[in-house]
Nanobody
Framework: QVQLVESGGGLGQPGGSLRLACVDS?????????????MAWFRQEPGRERDFLAG????????YYADSVKGRFTISKDTPKNTVYLQMNSLKREDTAVYHC?????????????????WGQGTQVTVSS
């Protein structure tokens, strides 16, 4: 079983930065799982569907992004720490949403939330001056 927990959300200023983290809280250091999972970050605004932001493959060598965040957001994976990060720079007010990390066992890339097997509860990001 995989249990994902996000952290790092909060209030950010326009043009500022935040870094989100997502950890699999069910594993000890000797049971590494993120090397076997494709990971992604999504976000969701009230009343709207969950939007894909960024994905990273099992090894962490390949990443892919939504056009809306390309060049501003960076996804990375620290397998020994069982953690995936989302570095968010040049924040905009429209980045305000609940951010979720997700994991899938299948190694193929996907931008559809329906293809992901595990989800975190989400962390709120609010961008405001």
């Amino acid at each position: 079983q995989v249990q994902l927990v996000e952290s790092g959300g909060g209030l950010g200023q326009p043009g500022g930065s935040l870094r989100l983290a997502c950890v699999d809280s069910t594993r000890t250091n000797s049971e590494l799982t993120m090397s076997g999972l494709t990971m992604a970050w999504f976000r969701q605004e009230p009343g709207r569907e969950r939007d894909f932001l960024a994905g990273i493959n099992r090894s962490g060598a390949i990443t892919y992004y939504a056009d809306s965040v390309k060049g501003r957001f960076t996804i990375s994976k620290d397998t020994p720490k069982n953690t995936v990060y989302l570095q968010m720079n040049s924040l905009k007010r429209e980045d305000t949403a609940v951010y979720h990390c997700a994991a899938k066992i299948d190694p193929t890339y996907s931008r559809s939330p329906n293809d992901y097997d595990y989800w975190g509860q989400g962390t709120q990001v609010t961008v405001s001056s």
